[in-house]
């Protein structure tokens, strides 16, 4: 695996770049490591560029690797969720993770997501 | 749960204060049976103190603290007498869980509470008593380990509520969590939640460090109303809640028992109108508001020097800008001098349990009075005067109240009186520690001075030395060793330990009436009014306090005795200490005359000799680095003077026990 591009040592994936789908056109944004209060900032950036490239396209976001997540990670996904939908735009979380599904259940936002729900995590 | 270390030391801050809380709370318990807002304000601590652990992932804590609180709500709603055994067990566990979080602090686990209390604990909390002895609980029930943290219901019929909870929007960058209150709420019952997303703006204008969900939630519980109150007693605004009744009419409904909040996020800063500001305090780190006041202090020395330079420019401009600077300076000394006061309440709120467990040991009823607790002292000052209190406390309970037997005996109430009392005398402070016991048997003080050899077989009672008696190292006139008192270790370091605090301590007793103890200390520690003295071409500062009188005294008149100079102060003999030689300096060629500063040392005057006075001063303290000197017992700090220099400093006890020591290794000791 490729080191971060910022940081010549570091062990960490480099941040995920909004990349074309194969098949549907879909923006895919890859989600690795914590999506917490002290990381939201740098998802919440990659979001808002990829949903400002134009025309209107899906935006997927594959969440497989990521994790741990908490409030902040959740808001920030309900509200890509909901910008997407006004626009008309399809939004998928693809690979949520265990944790991110049981803290959308605590949080009462289950019902919420279900429909932007793609393949569970294995 | 793995520990939140981001926010452990403000937990570990906020539980000392509410285990402080708590024990005073549970003190009081007893003698405010039916109080109402006593009795939640203790429970409030618990439940704090519970929910705090469990935020930063102490669950034993908060577990065993679930427990606790579940004997106070069984007060609380009458199911539970209070008594005697159940305040002993209560604060034994109060007393686990200051153990438990001192172990967290140091880095380490909280050890497992005591087996028996815990059995105690979930006795109580099923509405069981105990014996007097505790631990025997007079009922069989099986024991609660608080895993059950629904508690007991005391309402049998469930009730749904509904919770509307919207946060202010700072929460999440605050560092709480708003899900912690919904795992609260589900402890209650069973509940279920709806997040809502009306105030989420679009992803473009989102700050994600900010919360904008809001929740409603309906929690179907047989748990009290109030219950669901406490979940939410850390937030500040309490419009962030409204509880209403989902389950009845709108009639019925005591909805909006809260005002709804206006629409839009809620800010700390933005109080509605009407609606009472509450004062807001910062945690500041202790070592930085010492740097604080010390820089201020020293900007305050500077500024006062500052008058000199208003004849440099003619320019009015100039001498107005020199007047407002040198005000400015004094005003942000003064303030920040004040950041360092703390009221005594802090320390006194720890006497009181201290006083119970030590009657029920000894079997002596007391009643203990405490006044001016909101008298004001320096926060260092404080730190250390809770050892010293602690032993006149001690001894007045072991030394000095009778058994309530004897006290009936000698015609007085049977309950023992113990006053603490501090107030403002003058520039100094000044707390009392009184009893209504047996005073101090001057006789058996003196018999047992001469049998230590402290005063001469002839010393009659009324000299004043007998009086002194009592801060001489190893003295005790107490005939058995106790546990509490009685070896003879203690009264010399109080002593000892305020005077570092340049304070004084003093007492009066009478037979048969009783002791009061009078400690007397300096409002602040980081500033002194001192003199400025010369002694081999250096300047040194010395406390005003240490100084009772300064001489100058002709060459002449200047005497020797064994071979040791001293002086003749208003017929007394005084042995004089040079500071040049106790420092190991040059002596200088005076010009026909000494100034001597008469100190007290053991209870009597000793002078040190200095070359020249050279006025007072005001002096901010800053910590001495030990590598400096070699004469580190010489000296409490250094001081910056208004010109800019650095000046150490004395100490004059340390002076003249330094001198003392010297001359004791050369074989001619100062004596007393």
Known sequence: MEGCDRFPFCRFPPMSEPSEGPNDGATTLVFHGPVTRSEVAKWHGLLVSAFAKGPVRPVRLDLTASGPWDLAGLQLLLAAMISARKVGREFILQGPPSVLRELAERAGASALLAPAWGETQA | MAIDTRFLGLFLEEARELLQALEAGLMDLEARQGDREHIDRTFRAAHTLKGAAGMVGLSGIAKFTHGVEAVLDKFRSGALPVTAPAITRLLQARDYLASAIDAVAEGGQPGEPDIELVADLSVLATGGDLAPGGTQPTITTPPILFDDETGTPAVEVPVTYRVTFTPQVEMLREGTNPLGFLDELRELGELRVLVRTDRLPDLGELDPTECYLTWEADLTTTAERSRLDEVFLFLGDPRQVVVTRADASPAESPALERPLPDSGPTRNNEPAKGTKTVGTRVRVDAERLDQLVGMAGELAVLTDSLPNLVGASSDPAWSGAIEALERLGRLLRDTTLELRMVAV????????????????????????????????????????????????????????????????????????????????????????????????????????????????????????????????????????????????????VVRDTIRNLRGTVSYRSVEGQGTTFLIQLPLTLAMIDGLLVEASGDRYVVPIGQVDECVALPSEELSSTLGRPAAVVRGELVPIVSLWATLGRRETPTAGRRELLLTRYAERHVAVAVDRLLGRVQAVIQPLDSSLCSHRACFSGTTILGDGSVSLILDLSGVVADARAAETNGGAALRN
């Open chain 2, 345 to 492: 309440e802090e320390l006194f709120v720890r006497f009181p349990r201290l006083v119970r467990d030590i009657s029920e040991r000894l079997g002596k009823k007391i009643d203990l009075k405490i006044e001016g607790a909101d008298t004001q002292l320096d926060r260092t000052i404080i730190e250390h005067l809770f050892d010293p209190m602690i032993h006149l406390i001690r001894n007045a309970i072991d030394h000095g109240l009778e058994p309530p037997e004897e006290r009936l005996a000698a015609g007085k109430d049977p309950v023992g009186q113990i006053r603490i009392a501090a107030g403002h005398e003058g520039d100094r402070v000044a707390i009392r520690i009184s009893d209504d016991g047996l005073g101090l048997d001057r006789a058996k003080v003196l018999k047992k001075g001469i049998r230590q050899g402290l005063v001469p077989a002839d010393t009659p009672i009324d000299d004043p030395r007998v009086a002194t008696l009592i801060f001489e190292a190893g003295f005790s006139t107490k005939e058995q060793v106790g546990e509490l008192s009685g070896r003879g270790v203690g009264l010399d």
